[in-house]
Nanobody
C-alpha cells in the first residue's frame, strides 16, 4: 500500500501565498505522475497541476503563472507553491500519485491524500 500525507493548507488573504507538500510512503518501486487536484463545495474535483517523473508539468489555465508544482524524487514528495491566491482558489486540495509498488509482485497503484483545506478570504 501507498500512504500520502499532505500538509501546508490554511487561511490566507487574497494575494497571499501558501506551499502545499505531499509525501508518499510504502512499498513504492517507482512513482510516475504526481499531481494536485482541488474540490470546492458543490463542485467536481479538478486537476490543478501535475508533474511527471521527468519533470514535465501541466497546469489548469486558472492557475498558470501563479502556481508552481515541483517534486523531490528522492523523498517521494510533491510540492505546490501557490502565489497571488484568489478567493476562487478556496477548496480542499488533494494530492494524487500513480506508479508501481511491490506487494508479492509488482503492481500499479493510484493513491489519494486525505485532502488539505485552503481558504482565501479577507
Amino acid at each position: 500500500q501507498v500512504h500520502l500525507v499532505e500538509s501546508g493548507g490554511g487561511l490566507v488573504q487574497p494575494g497571499g501565498s501558501l506551499r502545499l507538500s505531499c509525501a508518499a510512503s510504502g512499498s513504492i518501486v517507482r512513482i510516475n505522475a504526481m499531481g494536485w487536484y482541488r474540490q470546492a463545495p458543490g463542485k467536481q474535483r479538478d486537476l490543478v497541476a501535475a508533474i511527471t517523473s521527468g519533470g514535465r508539468t501541466n497546469y489548469a489555465d486558472s492557475v498558470k503563472g501563479r502556481f508552481t508544482i515541483s517534486r523531490d524524487n528522492a523523498k517521494n514528495t510533491v510540492y505546490l507553491q501557490m502565489n497571488s491566491l484568489e478567493i476562487e482558489d478556496t477548496a480542499v486540495y488533494y494530492c494524487n500519485t500513480e506508479g508501481t509498488l511491490y506487494s508479492g509482485g509488482y503492481r500499479p497503484f493510484t493513491s489519494w491524500g486525505q485532502g488539505t483545506q485552503v481558504t482565501v478570504s479577507s
